[in-house]
């Protein structure tokens, strides 16, 4: 592992036209310059996480667990299981108190920034922490502020924002007229906010939202208003996705609109339900996806966060389109586009001026679309007004999301088995894992130790005997014996395959990681992995590969896009591309070397008017 980590510090310093990861953020590279912390050293950095987690469905005890992530670590090996500290557990009825929670953990991220720890091969290295993911709940606790339904609740900026009555009494919302003339926050300010709060010794009063000092202030090298992100997962997907749907089709939200008007507002169309849901069940994921999308009806305050994330991604603008109307569903796509851009592998400085403006477009019409909603426009909608500022702090959105911390809350909730002291039940089982996984990498360990407690890791999936073919492709499955005839033949010669020598035929294909079946699988039925994108440039929807010696085929129709078309009006550039020909009625041939595949692409057909294909903004949230 620490070869892998030395890798990504040795980017720390190579200039790069794009944000792929944290090391590439503003803020991390500005601690790489002279006299900075990272500086010619092997420092890491880190982020941590915490969060409640109902224990039992039946009491109100929950358990708050601290985690804290390496950011040099490469992102697909990050948030797993065992490359995640616990560094902290904490069991009890409601929220734990903030200053005995938080002490323990700052004296300890400052011990590891000031004394270092030593790595297993003697090296000494020193910690710094930049980064905090936390949800609105947690973030106003651990940094003694107001709620979010409060005045100036934003930690990011001094927004004051209005009360407004709603059906329920009041709310809070943050218009954007007041964000775009609003100061940012400074951890000067944030520091002597709390002190002249604590100084009125008046729990009612703040100063700016603050209630009292905050102990991040004393975690060194950490800024409060920079380091703590906005959180994609709870604020964006739970929060902002989840409450339009509700606007959109939960008839419940418009009760009080409806006594007044006799009717519903224009964007409800609770009544086309039915149509939706009838797009959604004919869409088939890609096999990243593991749950295909769930009907609507019935389902609608029950998706959970993973299902958002897919509906706001792939599926809801060809689910809605020609039934939201036009001016509605062109303004959420200002919301779809912008967080494509901003969960790519690969962010350039221009795609994240354009999701800035998306955002920035998308807040501002928030309340003149939804007037009657005017308590909506809350803190999480406030919020995309500062994220794309974080992503050039600190990298992509899901570099610094709470996705990868949520998992874990559900791997160690398992661990629990009875009602005796829960928090001792995980540490044991978290150390446990640990020594496996430590066992598993030791030099010292045979093989078939290795294979045995590889075996206990395993999720009991099906496994699938591959066969190599070349060093980076192999190929799955019973190969078939064909005999190649027609114009197929004109296309399989200057690729080097003979015809009178055998040739068989496959229906999967294994490169490097990635699996691609074809058209012609018939066991793949909840999945679509047979349409790619070419090194060339071209879509493909495979319909079977042929194999002979080395070398390995893809054959395959042409799907022509409408290139014309984006789902953001006026832009040269479209994450969503409509296509003119479908996977059954293209005629244009294509085969070529499975190497020339560039990647798997979203095919999304649920909808016969809008069928597109779309790009995977990165591989690393999977599911």
Known sequence: MWEKIRKQIDKRNSPTDYITDVIDGSIYRSLCQENGILYNCDSLTVTFNTDGVALYKSSQIEIWPIYVAVNEIPPA????????????????????????????????????????VQLSNGKQIHVYTLISSMDLIAKAQFLNMVQHNGYYGCCTCLIEGLHVVNKKGYSHMYPHFQAVSTL??????????????????????NINGVKAPCSLAMLHHFSITKGVVPDYMHGIL??????????????????????????????????????????????????????????????????????????????????????????????????????????????TKEELNCAKQCLNEFYEKFSELYEHNQGKCGLNVHNLYHVANFVEYWGPVWAWSCFGFE?????????????????????????????????????????????????????????????????????????????????????????????????KKYFRVKIDSTIYSSKEYRRATRTVNFVVLTNLG????????????????????????????????????????????????????????????????FYI?????????????NMVEGD
């Not at 057909?605 to 903004?617: E, S």
Request: hydrophobic fraction near 40%; charge should be positive; aromatic fraction near 8%.
């Open 77 to 116: 090996e990050r948030f797993l299981l065992k490359n995640v500290a616990l560094c902290g557990l904490w069991q009890g009825k409601g929220k734990p108190p903030t200053y005995v929670f938080s002490k323990a953990l700052i004296e300890e991220l400052n011990k590891m920034s000031l004394s270092g």
């Open 184 to 205: 940012l926050r400074s951890d000067k300010g944030f520091l002597e906010d709390g002190k002249k709060s604590y100084e009125l010794a008046n729990k009612s009063k």
């Open 238 to 347: 739970l929060g902002v996705v989840k409450m339009l749907m509700a606007l959109w089709f939960d008839q419940s939200e418009h009760k009080n609109y409806y006594k007044e008007h006799k009717a519903f507002p224009e964007y409800y169309i609770g009544h086309c339900i039915a149509d939706v849901d009838t797009r959604l069940q004919d869409m088939k994921p890609v096999d990243w996806i593991s749950r295909r999308p769930r009907l609507l009806s019935g389902n609608l305050h029950h998706l959970k966060a993973n299902e958002l994330r897919a509906w706001m991604l792939y599926y809801s603008l060809p689910a809605t389109e020609e039934i939201l109307p036009d001016v509605y569903w062109n303004h959420y796509a200002l919301l779809v586009e912008a967080f494509h851009i901003l969960l790519s592998s690969k962010i």
């Open 407 to 503: 998992s874990l809350n559900g791997d160690i909730i398992k661990q629990v088995h009875g009602t005796k002291n829960g928090c001792l039940q995980i540490i044991k089982t978290f150390n446990s894992i640990k020594t496996v996984h430590n066992i598993m990498n030791s030099d010292e360990t045979t093989s078939r130790v290795k294979n045995f407690l590889e075996t206990m890791l395993i999720n009991g999936r099906r496994s699938v005997n591959w066969l190599i073919i070349n060093p980076s492709c192999g190929v799955g499955g019973k190969g078939k014996k064909v005999q190649v005839v027609g114009s197929l033949i004109e296309h399989l010669l200057p690729l080097g395959f003979f015809i009178n020598e055998p040739i």
């Open 538 to 601: 071209i879509v493909v929807a495979i319909d079977y590969f042929l194999v002979q010696n080395k070398k390995v085929l893809f054959i395959g129709k042409q799907l022509k896009l409408k290139n014309e078309w984006t789902i953001v009006k006026g832009w040269n550039s479209s994450h969503l591309v409509r296509i003119e020909t479908t996977i059954d009625n293209s005629a244009n041939l294509v085969v070529d070397i499975v190497e020339n595949i560039g990647e798997k692409l």
């Open 605 to 617: 057909d649920g909808n016969p008017d809008c069928i597109c294909v779309c790009r995977v903004p």
